[in-house]
């Protein structure tokens, strides 16, 4: 069992929850494939990075990323940064031959993600995207049944991602509503994690007809160097421009034949990270909603007619992850447990010198998928959806 040392860039939300799943790891899943060690993190200016080194574990710390990279003991670099640094840092890494893990959305635009896609391909390293709400069990028994056929051919699939925190126009102009960083508002931020499980579960996008909405076109400047989201209010004090989206719908048509739709807003009062999906099949449907996430809803054709409906599988033991994680159905899991699984998933690739999935292609796909949302947006029409070549080889 070999230690790795993990270089992590960024000591908010994301590096508690990545630094979290570093440490319990192991302790889920055992013989782990390897040790996360919590060598060095990396923040803004030296005060912050001190004070995320004391409160996620890590052995050191330091205001220069660069540090990171050029450390010849550091075999793994995990960016949870804003988005406009994930390909600097990422091909640096890469170039570097570091193993890579970089939160979601990969990049800001598909041209961004091919640069961080093409350097992690010729440095030949393990390479993941952190998709994480695929790994939550009922997500991957989904995939499973689809697989087994147990819904036969899949007809339609309809997801969202509906959060609230963003309704209230003296929520503070984050970095998540400024294009130059962000790169896409509610698009990238949210409704990537619904295209990604479409394409898990599904399969490639063919065409894609959108629609993007901004409905809040100015919020009151935030102070401060932390990401408040929604927690804070602006008041009356200047404000600046949001220039991406709020709202993102779209219509899917997928490469197999299946047909879709996909809803993502942080404007919606009342939802608070209400990611869904249903999909339909020949032989029955799968119903999935993340704030039950214990739950999977299942009907089969195969169920004689007085008693055919949606019934609930509470997944434990017998389910995907349940060797590693608690003893007994529905004892309940949160999203640091499907932190925990990513981790797992990836440290087991570079122990095995395998690939793990979603990687940087997949990022790179979503990307090109978030592009042609735009496009369709601006153009009010369909447009089609080009796929990785690697992806396309790969019969995904």
Not at 89 to 109: D, F, M, S, V, Y
Not at 193 to 199: E, G, Q
Request: hydrophobic fraction near 40%; charged fraction near 20%.
């Amino acid at each position: 069992m070999k230690n790795l040392n993990v270089g992590l860039i960024g000591g908010g939300f994301m590096g508690k929850a990545h630094s979290l799943a570093y440490s319990a790891m192991p302790m889920f899943f055992w013989p782990a494939p390897a040790i996360p060690v919590r060598h060095t993190i990396a923040e803004a200016n030296e005060n912050l990075a001190a004070e995320a080194a004391r409160r996620f574990g890590f052995e050191n710390s330091t205001s220069d990323w660069r540090s990171i990279i050029d450390d010849p003991s550091i075999d793994v670099v995990d960016i949870a940064t804003p988005n406009h640094l994930h390909a600097e840092i990422a091909i640096a890494a890469a170039r570097a031959g570091k193993h890579i893990i970089c939160e979601k959305p990969l990049a800001r635009t598909g041209e961004e993600s091919k640069a961080m896609y093409d350097a992690v391909k010729d440095a030949g390293i393990v390479h993941m995207v952190a998709f994480n709400y695929r790994r939550t069990p009922a997500v991957a028994l989904a995939k499973k049944y689809i697989e087994e056929g147990a819904i036969g051919r899949v007809l339609n699939f309809r997801g969202t991602y509906l959060q609230d925190w963003s309704a209230d126009p003296n929520s503070p102009l984050s970095w998540r509503f400024q294009k130059k960083v962000a790169g896409s508002g509610a698009l990238g931020d949210i409704a990537t994690h619904v295209i990604d499980m479409a394409r898990y579960l599904v399969g490639e996008f063919a065409s894609v007809n959108s629609i993007l909405s901004t409905f809040i076109p100015e919020r009151p400047l935030q102070t401060g160097g932390a990401d408040a989201l929604g927690n804070v209010r602006g008041g009356e004090g200047p404000r600046g421009e949001v220039d991406v989206d709020d709202e993102v719908m779209t219509m899917v048509r997928f490469a197999n034949g299946a047909v879709g739709s996909i809803e993502a807003t942080r404007n919606a009062y009342g939802r608070n990270n209400f990611i869904t999906f249903e999909i339909h099949g020949t032989e029955g449907s799968i119903f999935f909603n993340y704030e039950r996430r214990d739950e999977l809803q299942v009907c089969f054709a195969s169920d004689g007619n007085d008693r055919r409906g949606f019934r609930t599988v509470y997944t434990g033991p017998a389910h995907p992850y349940g060797e590693g994680l608690w003893p007994i159905p529905a004892l309940g899991i949160g999203y640091g447990e499907t932190k925990i699984i990513e981790a797992h998933d990836f440290f087991k690739a570079i122990a095995e010198g395998g690939s793990v999935s979603p990687n940087f292609a997949d990022g790179y796909q979503t990307a090109l998928i978030d592009d042609a949302i735009v496009a369709s947006a601006e153009k009010n029409a369909w447009v089609d959806v080009p796929v990785v070549a690697e992806l396309a080889a790969a019969g995904k």
